[in-house]
């Protein structure tokens, strides 16, 4: 069972666009939602986190829209390089607990 | 710095062999540990999660007595593959739990990709 669940799939971006990549999740627990960025063999690597009192949070070109009612929250990704081609993962991680439940990936290509 | 490192970054081992991979967090002590398994353009699965000095607690359907945690301090874990068969062969990934900025953030290894012949 799915715990958060990631759209679209895959992603083609043109060079300077905005890449959107969206998780909605189930459970009211879940307290903190972080993204993560993989490349091909490497291991994730923490992009940006949210907790659910702020309804955006933004570092540098990378800014995460939390809607708590809708339990929804967004990756986006400002003026897309070539270099942010890569496999975005959400995740949340309910409170009280270590276990962070991640969506399935989102395949992000840059095209120049 | 929140750096963890893994080690070997690959291996490849004969069927019946075992292989032990290292997972460090070399710039901060990390409370809990926690491995991964992927597969090929799938989602990270997790296989166990240990505290330092304590058992590993191994989700369901992951044999404990097939992959040997051992968390001995706060800055070093090991996951053994014993008996290694090819249907072991995937990319497992570590990662620990650091206090750093107050968000209780978890921070991935590179990855070991295990290959059993």
């Known amino acids: 069972q799915q715990q958060v669940k990631q759209s679209p799939q895959s992603l083609i971006v043109q060079k300077g666009g905005i890449s959107i990549i969206n998780c909605a999740y189930e459970n009211t627990a879940f307290d903190y939602f972080p993204w993560y960025q993989q490349f091909p063999g490497k291991g994730p690597a923490l992009l940006i986190a949210i907790r659910p009192d702020v309804s955006e949070k933004k570092e540098g070109r990378f800014t995460i829209s939390f809607n708590k009612s809708a339990k929804q929250f967004s990756l986006h990704i400002m003026d897309s390089q070539p270099g942010d081609s890569a496999t975005y993962f959400c995740?949340?991680?309910?409170?009280?607990?270590?276990?962070?439940?991640f969506g399935k990936g989102n395949q992000v290509v840059v095209i120049p | 710095g929140a750096v963890v490192s893994q080690h070997p970054s690959w291996v490849i081992c004969k069927s019946g062999t075992s292989v032990k991979i290292e997972c460090r967090s070399l710039d901060f002590q990390a409370t809990t540990m926690f491995w991964y398994r992927q597969f090929p353009k799938q989602s990270l699965m997790l296989m166990a999660t240990?505290?330092?000095?304590?058992?590993?607690?191994?989700e369901q359907g992951v044999e404990k007595d097939k992959f040997l945690i051992n968390h001995a301090s706060l800055t070093l874990s090991t996951l053994t593959v014993t008996s290694a068969h090819p249907e072991d062969s995937s990319f497992y990934i570590c990662?620990?739990?650091?206090?750093?900025?107050?968000?209780?953030?978890?921070?991935f290894g590179p990855g070991t990709r295990l290959t059993v012949l």
């Open positions: 995740a949340a991680r309910p409170r009280g607990n270590n276990r962070l439940a």
């Open positions: 990662s620990a739990r650091s206090r750093l900025g107050g968000y209780n953030e978890q921070f």
């Open positions: 240990s505290n330092e000095g304590s058992k590993a607690t191994y």
